[in-house]
Structure formats: structure tokens, C-alpha cells
């Protein structure tokens, strides 16, 4: 058994109601933040973090993923024979980005039968679970910090930020105290999927960064609809916490709910702001608005 973690698995089969009429067609993993699609930001966090093999958990209608990290060969010659040399490079980074395997989630029973479906194609290795609407902002790849948890403690590890107030309920919450020579690691003793505000066990609200250990496959096999009477990933991790040691860790970095409509739009302005040949003339357009 590999120690490494290889393989990441993005769950990306969900219908993306949020988005309507947005996502009728396209799917929500394929909005543009800025000028790439949320998927791709995942992807190059995985990749940045060590990741060699990407596991997307796709569905129907949802083929625009596939074709976007594929080869485009009448996009690539167009651009070819208009000299467009940049775009060119551009476009084929894109489908050399890394070694992608697609498997299909024929029908959406919640994240933890997600997760599920990379059974064979994870195999016995700890792997990473990253959600593409949790877009993160951070340096280094809040993945890579996770992975150097993971090494150190040798058990899976949960991405948690701070979140103080009923804005809480939206996420699964971790129970745990924190290290006493990192702050930033959470003992994890327990987890509630989208608790009421008044019974959350901390402040610590999980968000979509895993990295597990290969037994979990075997406890969601198991594991009965929850939440939402959907498999949940939480309910998965519980069982595992009852045999090996779970951590929770508190990233340095932004995360932005790109999944949302709010979310997105802070997303999109702090990136554009960023952006070296957009920020300046954004940030001028932004402070001459009558606000
Ligand atoms: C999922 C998980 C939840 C986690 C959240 C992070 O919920 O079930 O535990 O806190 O992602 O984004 P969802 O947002 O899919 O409802």
C-alpha cells in the first residue's frame, strides 16, 4: 500500500440547482471564475499539492468536464493558424495538465456514495477528497498543507475554518480539542453534519478538503442515509473515527463558497483584483462606483 497521497477525488455529478438556468446545460463545475472554470481551480491546487492521478465523479449531461481537460484539435489548429501562440500554449496546458480518470455517479445519493464511486480506481491508499465549489485562495495549496498533516500524523485529516455564529448550520461541524504543539490540529472526537446553531460542537466547520484513509470505502458501504436522507460524507468519517485517529485542521488561507451566488461574486472580484493584467484597471472601476 501506498503512504503517498496520489489520487484526488473530485465529486462533480450534482445538478447545481443553485445556478439555474445558469447550469441547465453547463455544468456548475464549469462557470467561469474569471476566465477558468471552478474545476480547474481545484485541479491545479491537487496538482500543486503532489497530486498525480484526478478522479472526477461525474454524472449526466455533465460531458463539458471531459471535453475541457481533453485535447481540442479544431480549437488548437484555428488558434495554430492565426499565430495565436499564447492561447495555443494555453489550450493544451490545459490537456496536459494532469492524468484524469472520469467515473460516473449514476444517480445523485449524496457526497458519501460520491466519494464511493473512486472505490476502484483509489484503491488501498489514502487518497484526497476536494469539493470544486470550495474554491481556496492560499499559499502554500491548502491541500499540500493538509498533506503535510497527514504525513506527520499518519491518520485522515478534515479541512476546518472558523465560524463564529449561525452561519455554522450550512456545514458539517467537527468535535475535537485543538493540539497542544499546533493549535491548528484538532484532536477530532466527533462531527455533526449541518447542525442547528445551538448544537454545534465547536466552531470548527468542515469544508471541502479530505484527505482519508482507504477504509472509509468500506464503512460507506455501510452507511445509511443521513442528512437530507443522503449518504453522507460526515456520517462515513464518524464510523471511521471509531477505529483509527481523524484530525481536523484549521488551513491558512480563503476559502469562497464558488457553489453560491454571493459566494461567487466575492470569489470573482477578489481573483479579477488579483489578476496582474485586469487588477489596477478593476480596482479603479470598483472604487469609482457610486456605492
Ligand atoms: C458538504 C459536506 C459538509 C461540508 C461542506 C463544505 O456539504 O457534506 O460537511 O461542510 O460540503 O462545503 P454541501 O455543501 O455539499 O451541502
Redesign the pocket.
Known amino acids: 500500500m501506498s503512504k503517498r497521497v496520489r489520487k484526488a477525488v473530485f465529486p462533480a455529478g450534482g445538478l447545481g440547482t443553485r445556478f439555474l438556468p445558469a447550469t441547465k446545460v453547463i455544468p456548475k463545475e464549469m462557470l467561469a471564475l474569471v476566465d477558468k472554470p471552478i474545476l480547474q481551480y481545484g485541479v491545479e491546487e491537487a496538482i500543486a499539492s503532489g497530486i498525480e492521478h484526478i478522479i472526477v465523479i461525474t454524472g449526466r449531461g455533465k460531458s463539458a468536464m471531459e471535453d475541457h481537460f481533453d485535447v481540442s484539435y479544431e480549437l488548437d489548429a484555428a488558434l495554430e493558424r492565426r499565430g495565436k501562440n499564447d492561447l495555443l500554449a494555453l489550450s493544451r496546458s490545459v490537456s496536459s495538465m494532469a492524468r484524469i480518470s472520469y467515473v460516473r455517479q449514476k444517480e445523485p445519493l449524496g457526497?458519501g456514495h460520491a466519494v464511493l464511486c473512486a472505490k476502484e480506481l483509489v484503491g488501498d491508499e489514502p487518497f484526497a477528497v476536494i469539493?470544486p465549489?470550495?474554491v481556496i485562495d492560499a499559499d502554500p495549496p491548502c491541500l499540500q498543507q493538509m498533506i503535510e498533516v497527514f504525513d506527520e500524523k499518519g491518520g485522515s485529516v478534515l479541512a476546518t475554518m472558523t465560524i463564529e455564529g449561525p452561519g455554522i448550520s450550512a456545514?458539517?461541524v467537527l468535535a475535537g480539542s485543538p493540539d497542544s504543539a499546533n493549535p491548528r490540529i484538532y484532536n477530532c472526537t466527533g462531527m455533526v453534519?449541518k447542525p442547528k446553531f445551538a448544537d454545534a460542537p465547536s466552531t470548527q466547520?468542515?469544508?471541502?478538503r479530505y484527505v482519508l484513509t482507504p477504509r472509509v470505502f468500506a464503512l460507506l458501504e455501510t452507511t445509511a442515509p443521513g442528512a437530507g436522507g443522503e449518504i453522507?460524507?460526515?456520517d462515513g468519517i464518524k464510523a471511521l473515527l471509531k477505529e483509527e485517529k481523524v484530525y481536523g485542521y484549521n488551513f491558512t488561507g480563503k476559502r469562497f463558497?464558488a457553489g453560491d451566488k454571493f459566494g461567487m461574486l466575492q470569489a470573482t472580484v477578489e481573483f479579477a483584483l488579483k489578476r496582474p493584467e485586469l487588477g489596477e484597471k478593476f480596482r479603479a472601476y470598483l472604487k469609482g462606483l457610486e456605492l
Open positions: 457526497l469539493l465549489d470550495d456545514y458539517g453534519e466547520a468542515i469544508i471541502g453522507q460524507l460526515t463558497d
